[in-house]
């Protein structure tokens, strides 16, 4: 693997960014989140074991699946070691909120997403961008289909919406194939991955039967999958696609800039997103604790002023319409008359979220 160059501006903007303090570890803010959101998924996971009440059952399970969601992005910053350095502690938290609430392996998550940070948006080598089923979000994946799969690509654009309460169940695909093809590696997820499937199917049971035990699992699980989605699809689809004739001359910083969106959003949107709205600079400093991001966007933009850089911030729906349009057009290149390319688009079991 080729070591990608020293980048003097990441370099400076990196001394500013520590010199402001953002990279100093802050364990007690998350202790207190993760205390909150364990306490608030313990009450609205009891209460859903006694209360049979249609409208309450509805809220407590969007509830639910954003405390689910809340705390995997808990696991998520304790892979980029924004929590701890300890590696004890990073297992723990990682399997906790991911393989164990989730139903994620971490192991699969860790494989995936630093070779994602690492090699964002490049064609030939990120894995988050092997959408391979349903989705092609470049030119040359769009040309790489087959059969049915080509022919649908014309929709994805509007389908792509539709598709989003499934995407949970294809990352536990995903994560059980690699624990299936890296037994060795895995042996905490092959202990853990159990109790996710008590946590559902077994524990309800005595309280509110198997067939509510499903349908409770089944729509907790596609509503969070809608929040995982909304989460990732704004920040890089659409953005550069870096070919392999890019690679040689792109520096980390403007990889991260030209690849990325910031979206400057309401507060709320902070809590929904847990800091990733600000994409850019979790790209840029992942190890950061993600409620420094707002603030820290700030700084990024003023460095990146002065050194006559560009810097786009988005708003969420400027961002969702700009999706929209790269898919169709994306879409459409299947349509069109030119040459099927030998780039692979196939099912992997690597695909990475964002």
């Not at 905490?188 to 409770?216: M, N, R, S």
């Amino acid at each position: 693997m080729k070591r990608r160059p020293a980048d003097p501006l990441y370099v400076e903007l990196s001394r500013e960014v520590a010199r402001a303090g953002y990279f100093t570890k802050s364990p007690g803010g998350y202790l207190w989140r993760t205390a909150l959101l364990i306490a608030l998924f313990i009450a609205a996971y009891v209460s859903l074991l006694y209360i049979r009440n249609l409208v309450f059952v509805s809220v407590a399970l969007v509830f639910m699946a954003q405390l689910v969601t809340q705390l995997a992005y808990i696991s998520h910053d304790a892979g980029h070691r924004a929590v701890t350095r300890d590696r004890r502690w990073i297992q723990i938290l990682g399997h906790f909120g991911m393989t164990f609430l989730t139903g994620f392996s971490f192991s699969w998550w860790m494989h995936s997403h630093d070779n994602h940070h690492e090699k964002l948006n490049e064609r030939d080598h990120d894995l988050a961008m092997k959408y391979s089923l349903v989705l092609a979000v470049h030119d040359d994946a769009a040309r790489g289909k087959r059969g049915l799969a080509r022919a649908l690509l014309r929709w994805q654009g509007h389908y792509v919406w539709l598709v989003m309460p499934f995407y949970h169940f294809a990352m536990m695909v995903d994560g059980v194939v690699w624990i299936v093809k890296n037994p060795r590696t895995t042996r905490i997820d092959q202990l853990v991955l159990p109790g996710y499937l008590a946590l559902w199917f077994v524990v309800p049971v005595p309280f509110i039967g198997w067939k509510l035990a499903a349908i409770h699992w089944l729509a907790e699980s596609m509503i969070a999958s809608v929040y995982l989605v909304l989460t990732f699809i704004v920040h890089h689809v659409g953005k550069k696609v870096i070919l392999p004739s890019d690679e040689s001359g792109m520096t980390l910083l403007r990889q991260q800039l030209e690849t990325t969106r910031t979206l400057g959003t309401w507060r709320i949107f902070d809590w929904y997103y847990s800091g990733l709205n600000y994409h850019i600079e979790h790209h840029l400093f992942p190890w950061v604790p993600h409620w420094r991001y707002r603030k820290m966007r700030f700084l990024v933009q003023d460095f990146c002023r002065r050194k006559g850089i560009a810097y786009r911030e988005q708003g969420f729906w400027s961002a969702v319409v700009e999706v929209f349009v790269h898919l169709r057009r994306v879409g459409r290149v299947a349509d069109a008359e030119a040459p099927e390319l030998p780039f692979r688009a196939g099912l992997s079991e690597d695909r990475g979220a964002a």
